[in-house]
């Protein structure tokens, strides 16, 4: 199959790494060469690749000790832009931990420890302190970082935190919230051809470089997974290229086998499953973060840049009920945090006019529509709870999954 010209090399205006990374960086490169090699024709499916260039031990991007979150590092989360993103989503939690006596709460992929640390700060401050607060985190490399956060609070809430390496036992009562998590499981990237046949996209090796490649299906899962996107949002076009993620229903169905009883509060960027394959968006969503610079190709400096997809929220909505979990709600960022109390929170009459400044462009970027208010969504799931909660009934948008 020929591929289209969109996954040839493309040109780019990236700060070059030190040595240091450059260095790191080739010890990756020559591990994923050795792996294709191995593999042979047509490669690796980028799944694997991706799943290697972010978490390989000591030398994927999540494992390695580079910075990446903040100022310094490839991207800004909501928390790291400000901490009015834990303080109303503590208040969220108040209401749904009351309903669990001895409820925990775990957070997925931590990051920084950031939203740890001001969720903690939130519900102590409002005397609703959770049992145990549960941290999940596969890099050893950030789970160090978040003890270091963590070791700053006070003695009363660093008692209640546990990291774990694996989902608690099933039968777990409590919340799981995770703010950019479902974005960083590998996807698989598969092409249109101009004949109507349908490949999916592999890493190989040419000339001194990583190179895509057309093949089959490496997961039978995926030819059904496109079957059911064409079903409802039309036949993608020649030349199409995009994203299926199984990774988001096989992380959902093992949280719902541990759930007994609770919520799940999930925080992403993503569309609905109409929105997410429009005919105009025919390169996909897959995107990199560099040094705070976004672009498009995934295949070059393994393991110092980010490798996200958007999310598909429709897709992740139905592996949840399948799982058994109810779809509770579905919202933009904006709407979840202003009904959760943001602009109260805010405080900004209480504030010189240096910091109500400050505070203001937090706000709007956390709610603007052309900033984070309206590309990242939450999807709330349930067991056997009720989750009537305020920010969630601003706007109601499940009826767009």
């Given at each position: 199959m020929r591929l289209p010209s969109q996954l040839g090399p493309q040109p780019l205006d990236l700060p070059a790494p030190d040595p240091a990374a450059s260095a790191h960086s080739a010890r990756l490169r020559d591990a994923l060469h050795t792996e294709i090699v191995a593999a042979g024709a047509p490669g690796i499916p980028f799944a694997r690749f991706m799943e290697q260039a972010l978490y390989a031990p000591?030398?994927?991007?999540?494992?390695?000790g580079t910075r990446k979150f903040g100022r310094e590092g490839d991207f800004i989360t909501a928390p790291e832009l400000s901490p009015l993103f834990g303080r109303c989503l503590a208040r969220q939690l108040i209401p749904l931990l009351a309903q669990l006596p001895g409820g925990e709460v775990l957070e997925v992929g931590a990051g920084s420890g950031v939203?740890?640390?001001?969720?903690?700060?939130?519900?102590?401050?409002?005397?609703?302190?959770?049992?145990?607060?549960?941290?999940?985190?596969?890099?050893?490399?950030l789970r160090a970082r978040q003890q270091a956060r963590l070791a700053e609070a006070p003695i009363a809430l660093r008692e209640r935190v546990q990291w774990l390496?694996?989902?608690?036992?099933?039968?777990?009562?409590g919340v799981v919230v995770a703010n950019e998590l479902l974005d960083a499981l590998p996807v698989h990237r598969f092409v249109r051809g101009t004949d109507g046949e349908t490949a999916e996209l592999y890493v190989d090796w040419a000339d001194g470089r990583f190179v895509w490649r057309a093949g089959p299906w490496s997961d039978p899962r995926l030819a059904e997974q496109?079957?059911?996107?064409?079903?409802?949002?039309?036949?993608?076009?020649?030349?199409?290229?995009?994203?299926?993620?199984?990774?988001?229903?096989?992380?959902?169905?093992?949280?719902?086998?541990?759930?007994?009883?609770g919520a799940v509060l999930l925080f992403d960027y993503g569309y609905s499953r109409r929105e997410y394959y429009l005919p105009e968006r025919s390169g996909g969503t897959l995107t990199c973060h560099y040094r705070h610079r976004v672009h498009g190709d995934p295949l070059i400096l393994p393991g110092l840049q980010d490798i996200t997809a958007y999310v598909d929220f429709t897709a992740a909505a139905e592996a949840a009920h399948a799982a058994g979990l109810a779809v509770a709600g579905y919202t933009t960022q904006a709407h979840f945090l202003l009904g959760a109390g943001l602009l109260e929170l805010a405080q900004l009459d209480a504030l010189d006019a240096v910091e109500?400044?400050?505070?203001?462009?937090?706000?709007?970027?956390?709610?603007?529509?052309?900033?984070?208010?309206?590309?990242?969504?939450?999807?709330?799931?349930a067991r056997d709870l009720d989750l009537a909660l305020p920010s969630l009934r601003l706007a109601d948008m499940r009826a767009r999954l």
């Open positions: 000591g030398l994927g991007y999540y494992s390695a939203l740890a640390a001001d969720l903690l700060g939130e519900l102590h401050t409002l005397g609703a302190l959770p049992a145990r607060y549960l941290i999940l985190e596969r890099s050893a490399e390496d694996d989902l608690p036992p099933p039968g777990w009562q496109l079957a059911a996107v064409e079903a409802e949002a039309g036949a993608l076009p020649a030349g199409y290229v995009s994203e299926l993620a199984p990774a988001v229903g096989d992380w959902l169905r093992a949280l719902a086998e541990r759930l007994g009883r109500r400044t400050h505070r203001a462009q937090q706000i709007k970027t956390l709610t603007l529509p052309g900033e984070m208010g309206e590309r990242f969504k939450v999807l709330a799931l």
